[in-house]
């Protein structure tokens, strides 16, 4: 049976324990060293799998998650009671076919579903972590996973894919355990946060730290949860993830639930309404402590800065498959950037493929129905599969 636990941002809701899918714990042997110097031991990572692993081992795909997101990629989200983040990815003769491939998808390192985070119980205090809990990056979510791959005895993934956040472990995983992987295929995404990025992620944080219930990451303690601060962090960082396009096609200047203006600060506008409805619900399933630890760990990725400042210096000798894919609207993660990793693939005589696909969109168009890209993915997911003799 699996574990149980209430998230902490859920507790002032008297919320009941809901589940974490699969947990494993690292004890003091198998510390996880961080890139800051610190050392995390014991900790945990919740996880959870779909289809089945088949005899030869060789059919796993391994999909890291993007910011917000979890271990519960398909199937119903156990805090929301919606579909997972990429079900409609993942699931029996989807694009993820788990009737052909093991799917496994891990909540990261500073996460808050059950992996070790800010919101975990410190054993040294008894009382929660807090901005007690080191820093992490996404190297140290990386190094993770792979303690979790060789626990479940698996050599090789058939595949690593992912978008943004998720796309960044991608090309770290394809960095740093390029023999281990097989294919990989980062989504919407890029070697490095470019400065616009860090400063949305800024806004968002500094919209938590301003929250008077936040007490400097010390709520818990307080039982209150900052709940304003997140909800607005939640908002300036969902309009990165649409166009302008997408937000004019879907709301314009549409009213909400009236015919003239209030001449006040409700909501007046659909975008407005929507916004807030965006953030609201999202605090109801996310840690505060956890957003400012994960945005963190996305504006410290810089794969060229850890080789010298050469980007292609981060895959020399890679034997890796590669599959690259950007959206035309997204201006987080634009295909430029993209394609500079692109570039440092080829130079450093990599198997590399790009495709780029036209929508409206925006960046979280790799969370939605997109056609090209289902036929992108099942694409590359075939031709690997043959390669490894997958039936």
Not at 100 to 123: A, D, L
Not at 128 to 156: C, E, N, W
Not at 179 to 202: C, D, K, L, W, Y
Not at 311 to 340: H, I, Q, V, Y
Request: charged content about 20%; glycine content about 10%.
């Amino acid at each position: 049976m699996a574990d149980t636990v209430t998230p902490r941002f859920l507790r002032d809701l008297k919320a009941p324990a809901v589940d974490r899918g699969q947990v494993l714990t690292f004890g003091a042997d198998k510390p996880l060293v961080l890139d800051s110097g610190k050392v995390l031991s014991p900790f945990t990572l919740a996880y959870q799998t779909y289809g089945e692993l088949n005899a030869a081992r060789n059919n796993a795909i391994l999909v890291p998650h993007a910011l917000t997101g979890d271990q519960f990629a398909s199937g119903i989200h156990p805090v929301t009671g919606k579909p997972g983040w990429w079900d409609v990815m993942i699931g029996p003769g989807k694009p993820i076919d788990t009737d052909r491939f093991f799917v496994i998808c891990v909540n990261v390192v500073g996460g808050c579903m059950g992996t070790s985070g800010p919101g975990e119980t410190n054993p040294e205090t008894g009382q929660p972590f807090g901005l007690g809990f080191p820093l992490v990056t996404i190297d140290d979510m990386v190094r993770a996973q792979a303690m979790l791959i060789d626990d479940l005895k698996i050599d090789q993934l058939l595949c690593v894919m992912g978008g943004s956040m998720g796309g960044m472990q991608v090309l770290q995983w394809g960095s740093a355990y390029g023999s281990r992987v097989f294919s990989a295929m980062p989504i919407a995404t890029g070697a490095r946060h470019s400065a616009q990025n860090i400063a949305f992620n800024e806004v968002g944080r500094q919209a938590i730290m301003a929250d008077p219930d936040w007490h400097g990451g010390d709520y818990a303690e307080h039982n209150v949860n900052p709940s304003k601060g997140l909800a607005v962090a939640r908002m300036a960082a969902h309009i990165t993830y649409l166009s302008e396009a997408a937000l004019q096609r879907k709301f314009g200047r549409e009213l909400q639930n009236r015919d003239v203006l209030s001449f006040g600060f409700d909501a007046d506008f659909q975008i407005e309404s929507y916004l807030r409805h965006q953030g609201m619900s999202f605090v109801d399933r996310f840690d505060a402590n956890s957003y400012l630890y994960l945005t963190r760990a996305m504006d410290y990725f810089d794969m060229a800065a850890e080789h010298g400042g050469v980007l292609a210096e981060a895959f020399r000798g890679t034997r890796t498959r590669f599959c690259l894919m950007s959206f035309t609207s997204d201006w987080l993660f634009p295909t430029g950037e993209n394609k500079r990793v692109a570039h440092a693939l080829n130079a450093a005589g990599a198997n590399v493929s790009f495709v780029e696909i036209e929508t409206d969109r925006g960046h979280d168009a790799f969370l939605l129905d997109e056609p090209e890209m289902f036929a992108t993915v099942r694409g590359f997911l075939g031709s690997a599969a043959a390669a490894k003799g997958i039936p």
